[in-house]
């Protein structure tokens, strides 16, 4: 079993920054290291369906969606089992709880944190 655990949410002003981080501990017994995960950041507002924000592979490669690009960036450091969503210019519309999903593969299963608020308002 994977746990997954999201932290760094919180109050921002419209225009600041927030760095999300997400840790993963993995069972002894696991067959997969944490390198061998995609990470994911998604995030839902109340009343809406949880949206993809941005991913990346355990190669590094990164996709985001069109309403973050050029203002969120994601990361991983395998060594300390952590993906990391730095946000910047947040905006109000960015108001939401946010979630980390890690993945083993494209059959893995996935495995999910509990979410962290994200509120952006003056």
């Known amino acids: 079993q994977v746990q997954v655990v999201e932290s760094g949410g919180g109050l921002v002003q419209p225009g600041g920054s927030l760095r999300l981080s997400c840790t993963a501990s993995?069972?002894?017994?696991?067959?997969?290291?944490?390198?061998?995960?995609?990470g994911a950041w998604y995030r839902q507002s109340p009343g809406t369906q949880r949206e993809l924000v941005a991913q990346?592979?355990?190669?590094?490669?990164?996709d985001y969606a069109d309403f973050v690009r050029d203002r969120f960036t994601i990361s991983r450091d395998d060594a300390n089992k952590m993906i990391v969503l730095q946000m910047d210019n947040l905006q109000p519309e960015d108001t939401a709880v946010y979630y980390c999903?890690?993945?083993?593969?494209?059959?893995?299963?996935?495995?999910w944190g509990q979410g962290t608020q994200v509120t952006v308002s003056s």
């Open positions: 993995l069972n002894t017994a696991s067959t997969r290291k944490f390198d061998f995960y995609s």
């Open positions: 999903k890690l993945k083993a593969g494209q059959s893995g299963e996935p495995y």
């Open positions: 990346i592979t355990p190669s590094r490669i990164t």
